[in-house]
């Protein structure tokens, strides 16, 4: 059972009001597709700093180039809508695991933030003072031949992804590979989190929920992982701590 959500989650992305603001009770999740026009590409490329330039030029592949520019040139023009500056003006700090942060002059950041993106698909998750992360992630056949799920997933969760029919094998897979992503980047400690040290569940249509953790000294009670509508072919979920929040479902356009 989840225990952060006291509302029904939106079944739509709908478009923003003009002047987009994050009471302290709410979560917002903003969906974006990966490619737009050149003209556009160049604008989100011009508010990216320096070092983000250069990382984005590390990719080898033009379209992994591309989708790392709009994503993060995105991410910096909806935070610049929050906190009423411009894109370029966003500064960030990095944790030890590389995780992007706002950056406050040494003071804990209030806006919180988490980046996921797969296939042509980007989510980002903002909430006040509180740990959170949202992944996508897009189906890819051939995966269950390869036993990740064996090597990674706890034996409760091979177990349930084994009892589904075959045809809702990929989807149980991806549903709780999402779902474990979600729950690791919110406690923030990136790959060192081992993924067979908690369990979430998997079955397609059934809500979803983090059943036992041994990693956090919190219970799987404190908190809320929820399953979001990003359409078949994909799997995306996001984790949040803390106190019941309304979850508002906003869609981006260049």
């Not at 059934?206 to 404190?222: G, H, K, N």
């Amino acid at each position: 059972m989840n225990a952060g959500i006291a509302k029904e989650i939106p079944s739509e992305w709908i478009e923003p009001p003009s002047e987009v603001t994050l009471p302290a009770g709410e979560i917002h999740i903003w969906h974006t597709l990966l490619h737009t026009s050149s003209s556009d590409m160049k604008k989100l490329l011009g508010v990216l700093s320096a070092d983000e330039i250069e990382k984005s030029e590390k990719y080898i592949h033009r379209e992994d180039r591309n989708h790392f520019i709009i994503a993060r040139g995105v991410l910096r023009s909806i935070l610049g809508r929050y906190l009423s500056l411009h894109p370029s003006e966003i500064q960030f700090s990095y944790s030890e695991f590389g995780r992007p942060e706002l950056n406050c002059g040494g003071g804990p950041p209030q806006l919180r933030f988490n980046v996921s993106h797969s296939g042509d698909r980007a989510l980002i998750a903002l909430v006040h003072n509180k740990q959170v992360g949202v992944d996508i992630e897009q189906w890819r056949e051939g995966v269950l031949e390869e036993n990740v799920a064996e090597r990674f997933f706890s034996d409760q969760e091979v177990a349930a992804l084994h009892t589904l029919p075959k045809e809702k094998q990929v989807e149980g897979f991806f549903a709780c590979w999402s779902r474990k992503e979600a729950y690791i980047k919110a406690l923030g400690e990136g790959l060192s989190v081992p993924l067979d040290a908690f369990t979430v569940t998997l079955v397609p249509g059934e809500p979803a929920a983090l059943i036992q953790t041994s990693i956090d000294f919190q219970t799987p009670m404190s908190w809320s992982l929820v399953n979001l509508p990003v359409g078949h072919g994909y799997s995306a979920a996001f984790a949040v701590h803390g106190d019941p929040l309304q979850v508002r479902l906003w869609r981006w356009s260049f």
